[in-house]
């Protein structure tokens, strides 16, 4: 029984935005993925850390979470700045269980115990949201979704998994990496950064907590083993 995490592997099955047209990295990138899935066996655990299909609903998404299901261990999913699809936890358990994608599981407001571990996380926050408008109200959402599942793991080691990076070079926030350190995070993974961005990633000890970049194109597509 192994642990994985993996990020955005932005899928577009059913859709129009194959990342195969960016080159490098993403041409054939279904194809590395499922070969990246290989080692992976059907009682491993795989978190996939957001950004996972570009659909812009559940039955848009359908197809990419009909790969997600057939890749072998369960994967726990949770969301990204672009999984539009994304709704309550209620309806996307309902919409997994209809459809027979029995080994898709969400993380929001809650956690998973892995072992002597709990698997926590949220999507995160990250300077593009300001950018972009949003405010403070949104970061608080997420501080109380971290928190809330922080929570969740009681007296268990704690790994955490945010789409956005905490920290990045030139960028730090604040209010996250206090939740982190608070709670004794161990390792926090996260995904979101592609490309030229791989470089400015923050890696390994900032305070207590261990930091890794796991999104799919830094991993060439190939989850990445936390634990055996
Ligand atoms: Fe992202
Ligand atoms: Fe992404």
Known sequence: MALYAI??????????????????AWKGYVEK????FAPVQPEDTVVLCGDLSWGMSLQESR???????????????????HDYWWTTASKM???????????????????????????????????????????????????IRLETSLKAAGDRRILCFLHYPPCYQGYRCEPILQLLEQYGVE??????????????????????????????????FKP?????
């Open 63 to 81: 197809e990419d979470f009909a790969l997600l299901s057939q890749l072998p261990g369960k994967k726990i999913l949770l969301k990204g700045n």
């Open 93 to 143: 358990e309902r919409f997994f269980r209809e459809e027979g994608f029995d080994n898709l599981e969400i993380l929001h407001n809650n956690s998973y115990v892995y072992g002597e571990y709990a698997l926590c996380g949220t999507r995160g926050w990250f300077f593009e949201e300001e950018m972009k408008g949003a405010d403070q109200k949104v970061l608080n959402r997420e501080l």
């Open 187 to 220: 390792r926090c993974y996260y995904g979101h950064l592609h490309g030229a961005s791989h470089r400015l990633a923050i890696q390994g000890k900032q305070g207590a907590v261990d930091y890794r970049l796991i999104s799919a194109d830094y991993l060439n």
């Open 224 to 228: 990445e083993k936390i634990y055996d």
């Open 33 to 36: 993925l499922e070969e990246g």
């Open 7 to 24: 990020g955005d592997t932005h899928l577009s099955l059913g859709g129009s935005k194959p990342m195969d047209v960016f080159g490098g």
